[in-house]
């Protein structure tokens, strides 16, 4: 899944002041940012393996059929669509 955060930018007093001048002009919460985290392939398929380990260590190991189809599932779901412009 995703993990919804809010950044706050806490770098230096000057840009705690400009956060406080917008806010209190109307502007709104300058240094703070809403972000969602979204998981990488890799990230994704070092979790697979991690699953996978861990069902085998509580005795109920999974197949390597379906650890493929599993791991095939996931690339083509995470994967960018296709490039269809020519010469790029």
């Not at 979790?47 to 599993?70: F, I, K, M, Q, V």
Request: with cysteine; hydrophobic share 40%.
């Amino acid at each position: 899944g995703c993990l919804p955060v809010e950044v706050s930018d806490r770098r230096s007093p000057e840009a705690e002041a400009e956060a406080a001048a917008r806010r209190a002009t109307g502007g709104g919460e300058s240094g703070t940012t809403l972000a969602c985290l979204v998981p990488d392939r890799e990230t994704l398929l070092q979790e697979l393996a991690l699953r996978s380990e861990s069902a085998a260590a509580a005795g109920a190991p999974w197949s390597d059929e379906l650890l493929l189809e599993t791991e095939a599932a996931l690339l083509l779901a995470t994967a960018p669509p296709p490039c269809l412009r020519a010469g790029e």
